[in-house]
């Protein structure tokens, strides 16, 4: 996928469903339905019958499908080569896209632009990636989005609350010269800080600051160092945590410099934005195309409704299946 967005897919709709079918489909087409791959037949694009393009037919189970079904794409009214576009302007900005910016540039609502990045950070999403391993050095710390809410104190009028009581929590692994996962966590409780360490391999040599919650834990890996920044201590041989507070740097000039603001029910999406642009970045061999190609084939399986992006209710989204 050109970063450069002068490719054909970027501008004709048929060309972009076979680049779409190529990356999802690389041994031929595959029926949605009932799995078939033989008795598969193209629909040729009919704009007078309402026959749109990508359409198949499958001869087992007598249905009609695309290559959106099952994926970001589904059910979406906008065209293919929109979303590739949409795709590419995404991950070749380091720090983000903000939905404003995105609609003026593809030429679509407020809402749909809203909509179609919330997808696209759903397939950069890869909760199963585990870091570290072969005894590499992994470092993991925790950082804080957001303030706490304005609250009416001691008759004194509406003030901000200080401290992280309130903030969004966040706990990052990082592999040196390597990838990042990022994890939304409750609090910084041991049970939380274990769920958020099953992103790494305890075959890894951690590095970590000197939070109590990472002594026991630091047991678990080949070995454990801690720096002191209470002491003033940031670097002791090959002990740092520098690596992972870069990762923090560029996520929060995003997040403040270009989104502003993030609802914690959306925080998580992101997250896996971020990651998914730092553990695919020029130092490690990928440029702006492979990074949207990458983008691309993790569409797949990742159904995602408005209704479960937009839910207001407590718990809604929860209760929308995929």
Request: charged share 25%; hydrophobic share 35%.
């Amino acid at each position: 996928m050109a970063s450069a967005l002068s490719d054909p897919y970027f501008h004709n709709e048929e060309a972009a469903y076979a680049h779409v079918e190529a990356r999802l489909w690389p041994t031929g087409p595959i029926c949605p339905h009932c799995g078939g791959v033989d008795r598969i037949t193209a629909v040729k694009p009919n704009p007078e019958k309402r026959i749109r393009a990508g359409l198949k037919r499958c001869g087992d189970c007598k249905k009609q499908f695309t290559v959106k079904v099952g994926t970001v794409f589904e059910q979406s009214h906008i065209a293919l080569n929109i979303w590739l576009q949409a795709i590419a302007l995404i991950c070749s900005s380091k720090k983000g896209m903000s939905s404003n910016q995105l609609a003026r540039i593809l030429g679509v609502s407020l809402k749909a632009a809203w909509f179609m990045s919330h997808r696209i950070r759903e397939a950069m999403a890869d909760d199963s990636v585990i870091l570290g391993g072969g005894g590499g050095s992994i470092e993991v710390d925790e950082t804080f989005l957001g303030n706490e809410p304005n609250t009416f104190i001691n008759g004194k009028g509406w003030r901000t609350k200080r401290g992280t009581a309130g903030m969004q929590k966040i706990v990052t692994v990082v592999e040196r010269q390597g990838r990042a996962r990022s994890i939304h966590v409750k609090s910084l409780r041991k049970d939380e800080i274990v769920r958020a360490l099953g992103a790494a391999d305890r075959d890894s040599h951690l590095n970590t600051d000197s939070a109590q919650h990472y002594r026991r834990l630091g047991l678990e890996f080949l070995s454990h160092e801690m720096v002191d920044h209470g002491a003033r201590e940031y670097v002791r041989g090959d002990a740092h945590t520098n690596t992972v507070e870069g990762t923090f740097s560029i996520f929060k000039r995003g997040m403040k410099g270009v989104y502003q603001h993030c609802a914690e029910k959306h925080l998580h999406r992101y997250l896996a934005e971020f990651d998914f642009r730092y553990s695919n970045r020029v130092a490690l061999g990928v440029d702006d195309a492979k990074r949207a190609d990458n983008a691309l084939k993790g569409v797949a399986g990742k159904r995602l409704t408005y209704q479960r992006v937009s839910a207001r209710r407590p718990g809604a989204e929860a209760r929308v299946v995929w």
